[in-house]
């Protein structure tokens, strides 16, 4: 090939004019209805100047611009494809150690073009669409967490077929720890929307011994794991018209909270009727009690993490800023006493009519 003959340049800066022509005249037929021609020009000429750059010295020119698009990563590999397949040609053939060195230089720029994932991700966040992509992660994370939701407690039922107690011990705990994340997903989506959606915006009748029972079963597993008990006291007379879906909801997180927290003792879970069709509802536990200096930002979300290991449903502490939007919704305040070494308690009153009683305010 004329004018590719062997000379002191190294192997690249020989090979790289004729490369770069021979990929903008082909542009089209390799790329159809992608950039233009003349973006292809500009992004080569970046591309050239940094590569005869690493070839002649081994410094590499500042790509951090260029790494944002995906045509300069894909113009290095088919301008790599060329100079090979020119370097090929060429009589004699070019040594080892020569197209090592062309390799070198490319691999070089290559390494400049990979983006910045951790910084392109901070700005998806920080942008105008950053709460949208939140909630289409945690939208991600909760699907396939359903399922394991739902495959769990079939064979923890034994429906699949006959399972020992220990394998019952360990599908609750699958389920104990799948209910969890998709509760964090959940509080995700939640605060994004405000975090005080009731889904049942109308007030329904319920039981709340059934609620307290629920919770429990759900967190039994976990209590087991840790040698604690859970015990309920739920008031005793009929039913009660109000919300069941967020009330099991904030009782399940403070409860699962007192779980995390507490290592010896018993976690126990109140219903208390107070004047009129008041109902004072408590999550008390035997644990350590909490910090001092977590109480301030207690039911703040995306807070910092204390070096003593903050107090929080989880390291984001969306469980308690959910727990106390859902209190506040129902025209209630969540409050919290706490005692070093001695445990805590999360309590809140909500007015729950009775439901069915000619009597009671509907």
């Known amino acids: 090939m004329e004018g590719l003959e062997s000379g002191e340049q190294p192997l690249l800066l020989r090979l ?17 209805d992608a950039a ?10 970046v591309l050239t100047t940094s590569l005869e750059s690493a070839a002649a010295d081994g410094t590499s020119l500042d790509l951090r611009e260029l790494s944002k698009s995906q045509l300069p990563r894909r113009l290095l590999s088919l301008l790599r494809g060329r100079v090979v397949r020119l370097a090929s040609s060429l009589e004699p053939v070019p040594s080892s150690q020569a197209l090592l060195n062309t390799l070198l230089s490319f ?4 390494q400049q073009l990979e983006p910045n994932w951790d910084q392109r991700f901070a700005d998806r966040l920080t942008g105008p669409d950053g709460l949208e992509l939140v909630v289409e992660l945690a939208h991600d994370l909760r699907s396939p967490l359903t ?10 039922r034994g429906r699949s077929g006959p399972v020992t107690p220990l394998q019952e011990r360990q599908l609750g705990l699958i389920y104990s720890a799948a209910f969890g994340l998709s509760s964090v997903a959940s509080d995700v989506i939640e605060l994004a929307r405000g975090g005080d959606r009731l889904v049942d915006l109308e007030p329904l009748p319920f039981s709340i011994q059934d609620i307290m029972e629920s919770v429990r079963d759900i967190v039994q597993p976990i209590a087991e794991e840790k040698g604690l008990e859970v015990h309920l006291q739920p008031c005793q007379r009929g039913a009660r018209v109000g919300h069941p879906v967020a009330l099991s909801r904030i009782l399940l997180n403070l409860t699962t909270n007192a779980l995390k927290f507490t290592d010896e003792g018993s976690v126990e879970v109140t219903a208390t009727e107070r004047d009129g069709t008041a109902v004072e509802f408590a999550v008390r536990d035997t644990g350590r009690g909490i910090p001092p200096q977590a109480m301030a930002m207690l039911f703040e979300p995306f807070r910092r993490r204390q070096k003593d290991r903050d107090y929080a449903f989880s390291g984001s502490g969306l469980g308690l800023s959910i727990c ?7 025209q209630g305040d969540l409050r919290v006493e706490t005692t070093a070494g001695v445990g805590t308690r999360f309590f809140f009153v909500l007015d729950l009519p009775f439901a069915g009683a000619p009597d009671q305010p509907a």
């Open 16 to 32: 790289l004019p004729e490369a770069s022509r021979q990929l903008i005249e082909d542009w089209q037929l390799v790329r159809q």
């Open 36 to 45: 233009s021609r003349e973006e292809v020009v500009l992004a080569l000429g």
């Open 107 to 110: 691999e070089s720029v290559a």
């Open 147 to 156: 399922s394991i939701l739902f495959l769990g407690e079939t064979m923890k």
């Open 324 to 330: 106390r939007k859902l209190v506040e919704a129902m």
